[in-house]
């Protein structure tokens, strides 16, 4: 019993030390903690995360020093917000308010991603960032200026579009929709209770435009261009498109260009949604977006080229180069990221200071999320970062661990040591070294990855590991072809190696995507998120075997409950409504890993949401999908639900139209199997089976469902006033109930559990 109240109190030495450890060593944890402490509970909008604000002065209660550190990032945190709140008279969004309307405006492209004639075989982006000049409404208005960027989604066989180019367009601003709001209830004594409400989670397109200080989307339906303005910025995205397009001479695929174009400069609007789905669900998509593994990779190229140079010279050079590169990458949030712990590092080492790596990362989340406090919520954001601080954090550890394969090399004189064993020694530990730093990302991020993802993909640590050396090799060979430009004759050798390098690195990616399955899992709780973090912490920076051991139990229990959840997860009734949608949508799921029926699937909203919220509940499949109409109100969404989740079978009325088409086409690609029931003259829908029936006539729609003892009934009815109604009675029986379906601009979800 002493022993165990020994290690315990051992236990609690050690996350004391941490925390000590991180207040002295690394000043500027202290001073994001701070800015975390406000602008999550701002920027949530949830009272109960004011407890994010006491807790780090809580801990530092006593040290004055750290505490003042924590006191100044809230000071830098609040104002950060407010000034991103703030809207300066003559923007856009002012003047509109929170309407769609119609306008006409006159831009100019602002996106780095924008490559115009010079690489013709890359199209434009899907959305092009633009900033506003002037806007009017009708053409019997006059010209007005006007501020603020706005994202613009552009007509079919728009022309080849420049940075800096001039736009007239016409169309309308439309509000992106944010992600679904999840409200979630039991049923006690015959009654609904609401259990809580939350965001699904999911890409919310809205945050991701909040990050980049966007408030619109404009869906143009004319334009014209009507000049250019030349720039700095404009300057160097030309001379990039210039090296873009010298890079891929000699290149004889489309595709492999559009991929070499996304892995060296960010531009992904090549991408087809094939790759881009294969990427993803290995977990290799990161090679794809201008991070710190590229430009690690060309600042290590840059120092090895002025090797000649003095250390210090060498040094102050290498970030003023490395801006330009992420200038032309079009300053995503990683990119900037690693340029500034570069640049402290940089001039530090220059300078002769010695700066540990955490604080550099922690002062550079701290610098971002100054400029815009929004990034808190962005995806790539979070996960980078989180990535990157454990990566850093583990060099020591992984520097200890791997002196043991080579431990009998230190009791062998000099003399006596074969220079093929010392070879073989160090070959071995670089080996390991990255097999390790491969393990410690992928631990790193499965956590961010089953929460917003609801999957991970255990393989994609060999699968890193077998490709990050391509893309070592593409990045040199691309630098050597760039520098014998002069030697025209070399170029298409050049080329064709390449192209070689990311056919085979493509080739290993989609070996893996179609060998190995991912693992879909339901959405971890914050505990359970805390406790697999607190486990990889506590492995990282053990430094006793048994405090090693715990760290192992703990981390191999928390894959445990994950794996487990599923097992537990109750029977459920899920309706879709508000937003675009006219019609609501429902999932029927009988829980136990039984695969859901879905009813409905009206737009692209709902079947994001729907896909959403069944990943979150660890499905990945679709037992079978049932429309009850023939128009595209019931089934618009399908053809993109079916891209996301793999479906069994869909029933649906037989009808010519453009939507049933490219659904039977979707269909057939995916070898899903498609039924229809008997048409009916008067409109009416009716299908059965042993498991599920259902029933659509004048707007009232009505669901039965049986599966593994889950039995219910549901019903959707249009009042008289245009609301609609919401019945159906509990499995197992009980009192009838009922709710009102409101219209709301907002996408609703509410999830009944049984």
Request: glycine share 8%; charged share 20%.
């Amino acid at each position: 019993m002493t022993d165990k109240i020994r290690k315990f109190r051992d236990l609690l030495n050690l996350i004391a030390g941490i925390f000590q450890k991180m207040t002295v060593k690394y000043p500027s944890f202290l001073i994001l903690l701070g800015m975390l402490s406000v602008l999550v509970p701002l920027i949530n909008e949830e009272y109960i995360y004011c407890v994010v604000v006491v807790l780090p002065l809580a801990l530092c209660a006593g040290n004055r020093k750290a505490s003042l550190r924590v006191l100044l990032g809230v000071v830098i945190g609040i104002p950060a917000y407010l000034v991103e709140q703030y809207i300066p008279p003559g923007h856009y969004a002012r003047e509109l308010g929170r309407a769609d309307c119609g306008a006409e405006i006159k831009v100019e492209v602002v996106d780095a991603s924008c490559t115009g004639d010079t690489l013709e075989w890359l199209p434009n982006p899907n959305l092009v960032f633009c900033q506003v000049k002037e806007l009017r409404y009708t053409a019997h208005d006059q010209w007005r200026r006007a501020s603020g960027k706005l994202a613009v989604r552009l007509p079919e066989e728009t022309g080849h579009l420049n940075y800096g180019d001039k736009l007239y367009l016409s169309g309308a601003f439309m509000e992106p929709l944010s992600d679904g709001t999840l409200e979630t209830y039991t049923l006690k004594d015959g009654e609904t209770k609401l259990e809580s409400v939350s965001e699904l989670n999911s890409f919310d397109f809205q945050n991701y435009l909040r990050a980049r200080s966007i408030y619109r989307v404009f869906d143009a339906s004319e334009i014209s261009v009507e000049g250019r303005r030349k720039t700095f910025t404009g300057t160097v995205l030309y001379i990039r498109d210039l090296m873009l397009r010298q890079l891929c001479r000699g290149v004889q695929s489309d595709n492999v260009k559009r991929l070499l174009a996304a892995l060296t400069s960010g531009c992904k609007q090549g991408m087809d949604q094939e790759s881009r789905q294969s990427f993803i669900r290995t977990g290799t998509i990161h090679i794809f977006t201008v991070s710190g593994f590229h430009v690690g990779i060309l600042a290590l190229t840059v120092f090895w080229l002025l090797r000649w140079l003095p250390f210090r010279l060498r040094h102050f050079m290498v970030p003023g180069i490395i801006f330009l590169y992420v200038l032309s990458t079009g300053m995503n949030p990683p990119a900037v990221r690693t340029l500034i712990m570069l640049t402290i590092w940089c001039f530090c080492r220059g300078m002769l200071f010695r700066t540990p790596g955490l604080n550099i990362i922690y002062l550079a989340a701290a610098v971002i999320l100054a400029y815009n406090p929004f990034y808190i919520k962005d995806l790539g954001f979070q996960y980078s970062f989180i990535v990157v601080s454990f990566l850093v954090a583990s060099i020591e550890t992984v520097r200890r661990w791997l002196t043991l394969p080579g431990e009998y090399f230190r009791w062998i004189p000099s003399g006596y040591r074969s220079r093929a064993a010392l070879t073989g020694n160090r070959l071995v530990t670089m080996l390991l070294s990255a097999l390790l730093g491969c393990t410690i990302a992928w631990l790193a991020s499965s956590g961010v990855g089953l929460l917003y993802q609801g999957f991970y993909f255990p393989q994609a640590v060999w699968l890193n590991f077998l490709i990050i050396p391509f893309v070592w090799l593409i990045f040199l060979r691309g630098a050597a072809k760039l520098l014998l430009t002069p030697l025209s004759f070399l170029q298409d050798i050049l080329g064709q190696g390449l192209e070689y390098l990311m056919g085979t690195m493509s080739a290993f990616c989609e070996f893996f995507y179609e060998s190995f399955s991912i693992i879909r899992l339901p959405a971890p709780g914050i505990w359970i998120m805390a406790a697999f973090y607190g486990a990889l912490i506590l492995l990282l920076a053990a430094n006793r075997a048994w405090m090693f051991r715990v760290g192992v139990m703990l981390l191999a229990g928390t894959f445990m409950v994950w794996h487990l959840k599923t097992e537990f997860i109750p029977p459920s009734l899920a309706v879709f409504y508000g937003g675009y949608e006219e019609l609501p949508a429902l999932i029927l799921n009988g829980g136990g890993g039984t695969l859901p029926v879905v009813v409905n699937v009206p737009d692209y909203s709902a079947a994001k949401n729907i896909s959403t919220l069944l990943r979150r509940q660890g499905t990945g499949s679709i037992d079978r999908v049932i429309i009850t109409g023939s128009s595209t109100s019931f089934m618009g969404g399908l053809p993109v639900l079916m891209e996301m989740l793999k479906v069994n079978e869909i029933i649906l009325p037989t009808r010519r139209s453009k939507i049933f088409q490219e659904v039977l086409k979707t269909a057939m690609d995916q070898d899903i199997k498609v039924s229809s029931p008997e048409s009916d003259s008067s409109g009416r829908f009716s299908y059965q089976s042993r498991r599920v029936k259902s029933f659509y006539e004048n707007n009232r729609l009505a669901v039965e469902y049986l599966r593994g003892g889950f039995n219910i009934k549901v019903s959707v009815e249009l009042a008289a006033d245009g609301s609609r109604n919401l019945r159906f009675t509990p499995p197992g029986g009980g009192r009838l109930v009922k709710l009102p379906i409101e219209r709301t601009d907002r996408i609703t979800v509410k999830n009944f559990l049984f």
